[in-house]
C-alpha cells in the first residue's frame, strides 16, 4: 500500500467513526482494527502496530468521547501523535560541521541506492558549500567504483577508489587520510552491500568502520522492501553503529511503513528521502510534515510558505484574512485552483495543500489532476458573481446546475462532483476558522497550532 493509500484508509476509517452516532468502545475498535489493518498493508512491523493500537487505548478516553468532544480530532491526534513517536527516536543524528572533517559511512544492501544516495548526500551538502569527497570501499561488485567514479565526476565532486586494490579496509583507510589531508570536510564512505555470505558482508563492514573511525553510519534502505525492513535494518545495526537512516524509492509504489520499523530497529532517525534516480531528488527528512501528509492533514507550514512565496503580496491579506473568517466560498477555490497551477511543481505542493493531497491528487497522475482542476475551473467560469461569492449551500438548485453545465458544455453530474469537491475542502477548509494569521517567518508557530 502505498503512502497516499495509508493515509487515505486512515482518513476513511476516521470518518465512518465520526459519522457514529454513538461512539462506545465497539466503534472505537472497529476504528483502531481498520487503522491496523491499514498499517500492516504499509508493511509496519506487526509489533509496532500493536503497541501503537494499546498506547492510543490509553491515551483516547471514551467519556470524553461520549462528552461531545471532537472525536475524530481526538483520535486523530493520538494517531499523530503515536504515528511521530515512532518516527522520532529522541535523539537527532550526529551532524557533520562544515569545516571540520567528518568521515560518514554508507551501509545497506546491494540494490538498496546506496551508491546513488552516497552522490545525493555529497550533491547536497556541496550546494550548500561543503567540500566533500567520495570513496569506494566496494570491491566486491564489479563495476562499483566505475558508477562511483561517473556519478562524482558528474557532479564535480572529488572520488578515491582502485582497480587493483581487493581489500576494502585499506582503499577506505588510504581514501580518507587522503582527503583529510585535502581539507575537504565531508569524507563519505561507499561500503559492499553484497558477499557470498552475510556474515562476510558484516565482518567487512565492521572492519572498514574500525579502520576509517566514521562520525556517522547511515543506513540505506529502499522504500519497497516490505515487512523485512525491520529485521534487516536491525541485523546492520548489530554490526555496525548505524546513527541515521536514508529511505530510498519514495516516488515508486513504496510501502512507506518500512520507514517506520527501520527507525524503530536502529533507534536512529530518518534524515534525507531519495525521491528519484536524479542527483537532486532528494529531500530532508522533517517528522511532522511527513506525518500529517500521511494522515491527510496537509503540511501546514510549507502551505503558508508556499501561500507566501506565490500569492501576490498585495492579496496575500484578504486571503487569508478570508480563510481565517472559515468562509470558503466557490470563488476562495477557484482562486486557490489558480494559484496551485502557477505554483508548481504541482505534485509537491498539491500535497502540502489540507485537503487537496490523497482524493483530489493521487500521486503520480498530477497531469489528471491539473486536467481536473481545469475543469473545475472552466464550469466555475459559468457561475455567477452571487453563485460564487455565496457560502449557502442550499443556493445551487437543479436550474442554476444545468445552466453551468450547459454554459461549460459539460454534463450536470460534472457540475456535482465539483461542487461535492468545493464541499469537501469547504469542510476542511472551515477548521481554519479563527486562526491567528501568520507573518512570514511565524510559519512554525501555525504549524505547531494545526498539529496540537
Ligand atoms: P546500490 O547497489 O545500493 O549501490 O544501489 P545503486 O545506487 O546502484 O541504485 C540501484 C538502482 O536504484 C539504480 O538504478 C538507481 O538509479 C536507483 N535508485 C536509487 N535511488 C533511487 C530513488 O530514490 N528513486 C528511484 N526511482 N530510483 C533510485
Not at 509496532?48 to 461520549?66: E, H, S, Y
Not at 567540500?131 to 569506494?136: D, E, F, G, R, T
Not at 473568517?325 to 502540502?352: A, C, D, H, W
Amino acid at each position: 500500500m502505498v503512502l497516499q493509500q495509508l493515509g487515505g484508509s486512515i482518513t476513511r476509517a476516521l470518518q465512518q467513526m465520526s459519522n457514529a452516532t454513538i461512539i462506545d468502545e465497539k466503534v472505537l475498535n472497529e476504528c483502531l482494527n481498520e487503522i491496523t489493518r491499514a498499517l500492516l498493508q504499509s508493511d509496519v512491523q506487526f509489533k509496532l502496530v500493536r503497541d501503537m493500537q494499546t498506547n492510543i487505548k490509553k491515551i483516547v478516553n471514551l467519556d470524553d468521547l461520549a462528552a461531545g468532544h471532537n472525536k475524530r480530532n481526538i483520535i486523530q491526534k493520538a494517531i499523530f501523535n503515536e504515528l511521530c513517536k515512532i518516527l522520532d527516536p529522541g535523539k537527532p543524528a550526529f551532524a557533520p560541521k562544515k569545516g571540520k572533517p567528518s568521515v560518514v559511512m554508507f551501509v545497506g544492501l546491494q540494490g538498496s541506492g546506496k551508491t546513488t544516495t552516497c552522490t545525493k548526500y555529497a550533491f547536497y551538502h556541496q550546494k550548500k558549500g561543503w567540500k566533500p569527497a567520495l570513496v569506494c570501499a566496494d570491491t566486491f561488485r564489479a563495476g562499483a567504483f566505475d558508477q562511483l567514479k561517473q556519478n562524482a565526476t558528474k557532479a564535480k565532486i572529488p572520488f578515491y577508489g582502485s582497480y587493483m586494490e581487493s581489500d576494502p579496509v585499506k582503499i577506505a583507510e588510504e581514501g580518507v587520510e587522503r582527503f583529510k589531508k585535502e581539507n575537504c570536510d565531508l569524507i563519505i564512505v561507499d561500503t559492499s552491500g553484497r558477499h557470498k555470505q552475510e556474515a562476510a558482508l558484516f565482518e567487512e563492514m565492521r572492519q572498514v568502520s574500525e579502520a576509517t573511525k566514521p562520525d556517522l553510519v547511515i543506513f540505506v534502505m529502499d522504500s519497497s522492501i516490505g515487512q523485512a525492513a525491520f529485521d534487516q535494518a536491525q541485523a546492520f545495526k548489530q554490526s555496525v553503529a548505524v546513527g541515521a537512516v536514508i529511505i530510498t524509492k519514495m516516488d515508486g509504489h513504496a510501502k512507506g511503513g518500512g520507514a517506520l520499523s527501520a527507525v524503530a530497529a536502529t533507534k536512529s532517525p530518518v534524515i534525507f528521502i531519495g525521491t528519484g534516480e536524479h542527483m537532486d531528488e532528494f529531500e530532508v527528512f522533517d517528522v511532522k510534515p511527513f506525518v500529517s501528509r500521511l494522515l491527510g492533514m496537509g503540511d501546514w507550514s510549507g502551505f503558508m510558505d508556499k501561500i507566501h512565496e506565490v500569492v501576490p503580496m498585495d492579496q496575500q491579506p484578504e486571503l487569508l484574512q478570508k480563510l481565517s473568517e472559515g468562509n470558503f466560498t466557490m470563488r476562495i477555490m477557484y482562486e486557490q485552483f489558480q494559484n496551485i497551477l502557477k505554483m508548481g511543481p504541482i505534485g509537491q505542493v498539491f500535497s502540502m495543500l489540507p485537503g487537496f493531497s490523497a482524493e483530489l491528487m493521487p500521486k503520480g497522475r498530477e497531469k489528471e489532476s491539473q486536467a481536473k482542476i481545469k475543469r473545475y475551473m472552466y464550469m466555475m467560469d459559468s457561475m455567477t458573481n452571487e453563485e460564487l461569492d455565496s457560502t449557502n449551500p442550499k443556493l445551487m438548485n437543479e436550474s442554476r446546475i444545468m445552466r453551468i453545465a450547459r454554459g461549460s458544455g459539460r454534463q450536470v453530474r460534472d457540475v456535482m462532483e465539483m461542487l461535492e469537491e468545493y464541499k469537501r475542502l469547504a469542510k476542511i477548509w472551515s477548521k481554519m476558522k479563527g486562526l491567528k494569521i501568520p507573518k512570514k517567518g511565524e510559519m512554525s508557530a501555525l504549524s505547531r497550532n494545526m498539529n496540537a
